[in-house]
């Protein structure tokens, strides 16, 4: 079984909404943060995409909203597309939990009488880290409902300034160092450790965290808890803080989106992250759009690598399977 995990879908009232013409350049404060997709709304182009592939089933969610009414017409949508589509596809809700308790309340309506299988949210909701103490009622109520976190993009990050161009570095990195902060946060602010029973799944194979990693653990191994002392905090966890932070690491999901079927990022992702964590995805319809087949030849690169088949197995479909809680 091939799942897709990152795979967007909109309705199309949302669609022209939000994206407007397509293939035109959409903007957030200043930025381009995408290019409108003429397939996001069309159903079939899905299909044939996936058909094409070999995809089975395809993991939809979108981060393009903010607005909680916009929120339950995307829930609705997908939970109508589940009931048409049974086996080909499932349906994550988009939450926006700095807005509170109606925000909330959609969710539990999401999950609990659409039949969503999970939530997406951004690195930054509305310019709050993951970390923050004002995400703890959203936290509580994802543990308490045992879905995955989905940890797609923040558009238009803010606190990037260094990376203010004319050229466009906000969508080539500024998101992906957004990602990679916010996988560091969940861990060294003591998420992951207040909120043990949490499944997150982070995009684009966390940023291309793992190049980034064996630095952090050797602080955490030569520093300690000056790591937070020095800057104010409080460890989250004991010692030895580089195994335990290694600990907490191998807890989280990592998609293998995002970088159209690149291998030497998947190589790379392989050296920290291990398969039983890793999560096929296309990033369709932004990646791969006008060439299907170039997806199919990501699959077939990905099992040339040297891996047993039942690593394969679990990073196509098997892992992503088990956090959704199909049938295997």
């Known amino acids: 079984m091939i799942i897709d995990w990152q795979h967007h879908f909109a309705p199309k009232d949302i669609y022209e909404k939000h994206q407007g013409k397509s293939k035109t350049p959409v903007y957030q404060n200043g930025k381009v943060v995408a290019h409108a997709q003429p397939f996001m709304h069309q159903v079939e182009k899905h299909l044939e995409f996936m058909d094409t592939v070999g995809i089975d089933v395809a993991v939809v969610s979108t981060t393009t909203v903010t607005d909680l009414e916009d929120c339950k017409s995307i829930s609705n949508a ?31 309506r999401a999950i609990n009488e659409l039949g969503l299988r999970g939530v997406v949210i951004r690195p930054q909701i509305e310019g709050t880290p993951l970390d923050s103490e004002r995400l703890y009622p959203f936290y509580e109520m994802v543990a308490e ?21 004319n050229y466009n570095l906000n969508v080539t990195l500024t998101r992906e160092f957004d990602i990679a902060n916010a996988v560091y946060r969940i861990i060294l602010g003591g998420i992951l450790a207040k909120f043990p029973d949490l499944k997150f799944a982070f995009a684009h194979m966390g940023g291309g965290i793992s190049a980034l990693k064996e ?17 104010g905090g409080t460890p989250p966890f004991g010692k030895p803080f580089a195994e335990n932070f290694n600990r907490y690491f191998d807890k989280i999901y990592f998609d293998m989106a995002g970088f159209e079927g690149g291998m030497n990022a998947v190589k790379c992702a392989l050296t920290t992250i291990s398969p039983s964590n ?19 030849n990501y699959i077939e690169n990905i099992r040339k690598l040297d891996l047993s088949s039942e690593s394969l197995e679990a990073m196509f479909g098997l892992n992503a399977a088990g956090l959704l809680g199909l049938k295997q």
């Open 145 to 165: 409902f045992g879905v995955p976190i989905f940890v797609h993009v923040t558009r238009a990050p803010n606190g990037y300034e260094a990376l203010e161009a």
């Open 78 to 108: 997908y939970a109508k597309l589940m009931n048409e589509y049974p086996t080909r596809f499932v349906g994550l809700a988009l939450c926006v939990p700095t807005q509170g308790d109606s925000a909330l309340r959609e969710l539990d």
């Open 278 to 296: 890793l999560l096929f995805g296309t990033d369709f319809p932004h990646n791969f759009t006008n060439d299907f087949k170039a997806a199919r």
């Open 215 to 231: 630095r952090m653990v050797s602080y955490l191994d030569v520093w300690g808890e000056r790591v937070w002392t020095e800057m």
